[in-house]
């Protein structure tokens, strides 16, 4: 295969590490469902991995703790240990196991303790905005405009053999 090079700007996922690395994401990140901003945070994580998009990580004291129901959904990835999965709910309208969390990860990804990932696709909107001002959006992801699915531990739905989901 041959990736295509990454324009100005860009990174490509090819360029990623394998094991994954976790670093911080300086610009603000905002998550909208029903509607409803349930989060939003200047101090996310992100995860880059070889072949993946990065996975934004919110600290949990950034989500709206009242949308929060813990799921019976769990999966396993080979670097980051046990996760456990979350169900949204705002008004009416649930989404299932749609964030997950390393409650406890293995080494090299402690900072992933008390921060919760998010499916976009199951969201109406997830962003991350350039500087600290939420408006001035750099990456919008809108259930209507992609059906890409992510995993804790894969992306694009596909498992490998590594991930163990129940």
Known sequence: MNPEKPGP??????DYPRPP???AEP???KIIFNGVTIAET???RRVLETSHPPSIYVPLVDVAADVLTPSA???VCEWKGAAEYWD???GDRVAPAAAWSYP???RGFEDLVHHLSFYPRLMDACSVSRS?????LLITVSAKQTNRSSCACSKAGNRPRTCSRS
């Open 9 to 14: 700007g860009q990174e490509s996922v090819w």
């Open 21 to 23: 690395r976790v670093e």
């Open 27 to 29: 610009r603000v990140v």
């Open 42 to 44: 200047g101090g996310a």
């Open 73 to 75: 959904e769990r999966s």
């Open 88 to 90: 949204i709910s705002v």
């Open 104 to 106: 406890a990860p293995r």
């Open 132 to 136: 600290t001002m939420p408006h001035i």
